[in-house]
Structure formats: structure tokens, C-alpha cells
């Protein structure tokens, strides 16, 4: 069965072959794929693989490129043979790695139509190997995809990347990560940590461990995995120097990096002494990695709990809220200005107008008016009884036998019902309180000596007001001042 398969694949190849020399108008780039991606268990041949990188650099138009690409997923995504498709993504990754950064390009512009590398369906159904081979093609595809979205976070190849070189250790180079900046190396580190995660899957299981074909593909990857661990450890570097500086958000943000890097590393030394059992991989050199102290994990866990709540993550939101609330402020600010002169004019107005009222008016009514507008309304007392005039209370300590006497021409003199209903007054309702109000006061400035009840002359007064009214007198305040003056007589 399998002789018979291996037939039928070398014929099925030597069929596009012919094809290809016969009807395509790029037939030296479609011989070379076919040959490269045959159905023969070896990696692909040196010199297919130097005419597809000659059919992608830059003096070819581009394309010439994109039919590369295409040609290249059309093979992988219409065969069933899982030697052909982990042939095309060896294909596909050295041209990433050593073709020109070209190919690179045009990838990623295909990817946004169709993505050439999704092959998650991929299965051979031709036998135990090829079942275990098929899991590790399609592991090996999300790699190779993962390498490509982490190209288009970090703006830079990461296997392409030549060390820096710092003054300090001039012996010793670090990669873009060890310079880099709180939110771009936040950034970063996520997308380099889940291509390790990526890289970390490739280990191969069952029958698939021990085939050549897969260890050539897997060296590739080892070869990556140097790199991307650097790129990482220079990153957490960095990290730490900046943590202590971060926001809450940010340092939430980093620890969760920092504690995944301890796992991915202790993941990455499991699966580097997976590979040291390998044929291909005996010659490499593995790094050893150490695990983080977990003193200085306790040390963050604390600070985050600490940790202020803002930050360099929102620092391109926060300069533009402040942008934002400095134009507000402006604004306000010259809404303020204009409106200042404004309230200069409403506030003169009332200063022209108070020399005016400080005046005694002609009549005596409109200065009860305005002192009850001043103060606030009370239902208290409305006839002024619970007031106490300081003068007379001094006058009656002072002199408790003397009698009151009270001028005939005296000018403060209780209005009559003909003031209560003129026409001046707001109201005689109004008037008529505010009449009461300084008639009371009026009484008990006049409070008679030796503990005469006040209110019992007010109650005469009151009376002999109402029996002039009654008789239809309106002589108005001359007859008061009568009463008062036979009033004061009869009681010397």
C-alpha cells in the first residue's frame, strides 16, 4: 500500500511537471515548487529552493511575488499528503527567514484576502505515522502564522534582528526590547510570549519524533526559539527596572508578563531537553535558563496592591483629556472675560440707585415698605410687642418716677385710614401692617415711667380711632393728638 502510494505521488508530479512546462506562464517558478514540495520523504532540494527565492527578491516585480504566494497555497491547501504540506511550510519559512524581506511583505498583504497558513482541517488518513505527522504539520502551521502576526506587532523580524551592542557590555549585544519604552514593550512581550507558546507547541509526539523529515522542520524552529528567549529575557529586564515607576494598570499588566515568563521558562528547559535527544539537535548549543527568585515576585505583588492608578498605559488618553480640559479651560476662561463686563453694567445700575433710597422720602410710607422688603418676613410679631428699646429701658432705670411727656408738635404721628387707603401704597392690606408695626414702636419708645401698662394706653388709642371712624370723622391725626394731650392732662 505504501509503495503504492509513493507511485501514484511521483506520477502526480511528474503530471504538473508537464503541465506547468506546457500552460503556465511562470513555468520555471511552478517546475521548482512541485520539485520542492514532492512526494519524496527528504527536505527540499538546495537549488528548487534558490530559484523560489530568486522568483521573490526585489528586482522581481511584485507580481512575481504574489504568484509565488499563490502557488504556494494552492499546493498546500489541495493536498492531502502530509509530506507535501510540511514540505511547503519548510518552503514558506526559509523563504521568511533567509528570501527577501519582499516575500515577507506581499505574505502579509495575501493573508488579508485568504490566509495561505490555515490548514486546521489538514489530515492523512494513510496511516499511524501519518496521523501523527498530520497533528504536527498543523502545530507547525500555527507557528509559521503566529511568526507573522508577531512581525506585525513588533515592526521587525525577530530571527532577521542583529544584537546592539551597548557601551557598557561591549562584549555582550541585547536586543530592541532591552530599550524600549513602558507601553511598546508591554506590547511586545505579549506577542513574543505567545510566539514561545506557539514555538513551545511544536514538540512532536508518537511516530512523529522519530521521522527526518520532521526533526528538519523542528530544527528551524529550535533555531528560532534562541532569539525569541533573548528578545524575552532582555524585555523582562527592562521590565523590572521600570515596574516601580509603572500605574496599577500597567504593573497588573506586567506581573502577569513577569509570572509567565517564570512558566514559559521552565517549559522551554523541558522541551530544550526534549530536543538534546534528538539527531539534528545534538549539535546545537542550549542556553540555560533560570527561574525568576520568587523574593522579588512578593516584592511586586505588594507594590501592585500599592500602586497608584494612573499611568503610562493611558498616557496617549491622558494627554488628550488634558489637551482636552486645557481647551475647556480656555474657553471658559474667555466666556468668563466677556461676561465680567456684563455683570459690571447689571451690578451699577443698584449702586446709582441706592443714594436715592438712603434719602427720607416725602411721604411716611414708603420706609416701612422697604424695611419690610429688607427683613425677612416673620408672623411672629407682627405689632412689634416683644421689642425691646434700649433707650427706654435706660430711661425707666435712670429715672423710675419721672413722667412721660410727650411734645404736642410731635412729628411722628400715627397715620390715619385716609394713609391706609391711598393711592400711593402698594397695598392696604401691606399698609395697613406696616402702619400697625411703627405705630407700636412708636408706643413703646413712649413707655411710661412707675410700671404703667403700655398696652392699655394703646388699647385707648385704638379706641378712640375706631369710635372717630365709626362716626364718619376723618380729621385724621388732630383729633388723636387731642385725645392724647386730655389723656396726659387728667393723668397729672
Same mark, same amino acid.
Given at each position: ?86 514540505? $511547503?511550510? @519548510? ?8 528570501? %527577501?524581506? $519582499? ?15 490555515? @490548514?486546521?482541517?489538514?489530515?492523512? %488518513? ?107 529575557? %532582555? ?40 530536543? +538534546? ?5 545534538? $549539535? ?39 489637551? +482636552? ?108 401692617? $406696616? ?58
Amino acid at each position: 500500500m505504501g509503495t503504492w502510494r509513493k507511485a501514484y505521488g511521483a506520477l502526480k508530479d511528474s503530471t504538473k511537471v508537464g503541465l506547468a512546462k506546457v500552460n503556465s506562464e511562470f513555468k520555471d517558478l511552478d517546475i521548482a515548487i512541485v520539485k520542492a514540495t514532492n512526494h519524496e520523504e527528504c527536505p527540499p532540494k538546495e537549488r528548487h529552493v534558490r530559484t523560489i527565492f530568486a522568483a521573490t527578491s526585489v528586482v522581481r516585480p511584485r507580481a512575481d511575488v504574489a504568484y509565488c504566494i499563490y502557488a504556494l497555497g494552492r499546493r498546500l491547501s489541495k493536498t492531502h499528503n502530509w509530506m507535501v504540506a510540511l514540505k $511547503t511550510l @519548510i518552503v514558506i519559512h526559509r523563504t521568511l527567514r533567509e528570501g %527577501d524581506p $519582499t516575500f515577507r511583505e506581499e505574505l502579509l498583504i495575501y493573508s488579508r484576502r485568504g490566509n495561505v497558513l490555515h @490548514i486546521s482541517n489538514f489530515k492523512d %488518513d494513510s496511516g499511524p505515522l501519518a496521523w501523527d505527522c498530520s497533528a504536527w504539520v498543523r502545530t507547525y502551521a500555527l507557528y509559521l502564522e503566529e511568526r507573522l502576526s508577531c512581525f506585525r506587532i513588533l515592526k521587525y523580524d525577530i530571527e532577521a534582528e542583529r544584537l546592539m551592542k551597548s557601551p557598557q557590555e561591549s562584549a555582550k549585544g541585547h536586543s530592541r526590547t532591552r530599550t524600549l519604552c513602558c507601553p511598546d514593550l508591554l506590547e511586545q512581550l505579549l506577542a513574543l510570549q505567545q510566539l514561545l507558546f506557539r514555538l513551545i507547541g511544536c514538540r512532536p509526539e508518537g511516530a512523529a519524533c522519530g521521522n527526518f523529515l520532521i526533526q528538519y522542520a523542528l530544527a528551524l524552529v529550535l533555531k528560532e526559539s534562541f532569539k525569541v528567549y533573548c528578545a524575552i529575557n %532582555d524585555g523582562i529586564i527592562n521590565l523590572v527596572d521600570m515596574f516601580f515607576d509603572m500605574s496599577k494598570y500597567d504593573a497588573v499588566k506586567a506581573l502577569d508578563i513577569y509570572k509567565r515568563a517564570g512558566q514559559q521558562a521552565e517549559s522551554l528547559s523541558e522541551f530544550y531537553e526534549f530536543c +538534546k535527544c534528538l539527531e539534528l539537535a545534538r $549539535t546545537f548549543q542550549f542556553p540555560t535558563l533560570r527561574q525568576p527568585p520568587p523574593s522579588f515576585l512578593a516584592t511586586m505583588e505588594e507594590y501592585v496592591r500599592e500602586a497608584p492608578g494612573v499611568g503610562s498605559v493611558s498616557s496617549k488618553k491622558l494627554e488628550y483629556e488634558d489637551r +482636552k480640559a486645557l481647551t475647556y479651560q480656555q474657553e471658559e476662561a474667555a466666556i468668563a472675560e466677556d461676561e465680567k463686563p456684563d455683570e459690571e453694567d447689571e451690578k451699577q445700575p443698584p449702586e446709582e440707585e441706592q443714594p436715592p433710597e438712603e434719602q427720607p422720602p416725602p411721604e411716611p410710607e414708603p420706609e416701612p415698605i422697604t424695611e419690610e422688603e429688607a427683613q425677612p418676613a416673620t408672623t411672629g410679631d407682627l405689632l412689634g410687642l416683644d421689642e425691646i428699646n434700649p433707650v427706654a429701658a435706660e430711661l425707666e432705670q435712670s429715672n423710675a418716677l419721672a413722667l412721660a411727656i410727650i411734645s404736642p408738635g410731635d412729628d411722628t404721628k400715627p397715620s390715619s385710614t385716609h394713609d391706609l387707603f391711598g393711592t400711593d401704597s402698594s397695598g392696604w392690606e401691606l399698609a395697613l401692617v $406696616t402702619t400697625a408695626s411703627s405705630n407700636t414702636s412708636q408706643l413703646v419708645e413712649s413707655k411710661l415711667a412707675g410700671g404703667f401698662d403700655s398696652l392699655l394706653l394703646e388699647s385707648l388709642y385704638e379706641d378712640s380711632a375706631r369710635s372717630q371712624q365709626i362716626a364718619g370723622a376723618y380729621s385724621g391725626s388732630d383729633s388723636v393728638d387731642g385725645d392724647r394731650r386730655r389723656y396726659a392732662r387728667s393723668h397729672k
